[in-house]
């Protein structure tokens, strides 16, 4: 297909509302298991946890002196050693703060950190945006 082609086919997809441009951000996530009571966000409270189970505590850039809780993000895994990746994006509630040192931008409850990551024990890349 020539260029020219592909990108009036591009452009008009966007026009139409088919495609739709994504900004990410990067950082890095691991790995947290429970006990994941009490939070930052709403201690002892068990109502905070949505049903997936798919929940995250987030390092001080993203904490933002606590406004982060409540917060949703679109999550995927980018790369890792020894290649853990699954193929599949996942959203995540902001739930808690990660304590210093925190050893990634992202602690995921083990739910959504196995539907990212093929091992439980692995520090991965991850791209990432707010929703």
Do not use: H
């Not at 040192?101 to 602690?107: G, V």
């Amino acid at each position: 297909m020539r260029p020219s082609v592909t990108l009036f086919l591009l452009l008009s997809m966007l026009v139409l509302g088919e495609l739709t441009p994504v900004r990410g951000d990067v950082g890095t996530a691991a790995s947290y298991g429970p006990p994941y009571l009490p939070t930052k966000c709403n201690g002892y409270d068990q109502d905070q946890f949505p049903p997936s189970n798919m929940f995250a505590a987030v390092s001080d850039g993203l904490w933002d002196n606590g406004a982060a809780c409540g917060r949703s993000y679109m999550l995927r895994c980018l790369s890792g050693p020894n290649r853990p990746c699954k193929d599949s994006i996942i959203r995540v509630a902001v739930v808690d703060q990660c304590t210093d040192p925190c050893p990634a931008s992202f602690l995921l409850s083990t739910a959504a950190f196995t539907a990212v990551s093929r091992f439980n024990d692995a520090k991965i890349n991850v791209e990432f945006a707010q929703i």
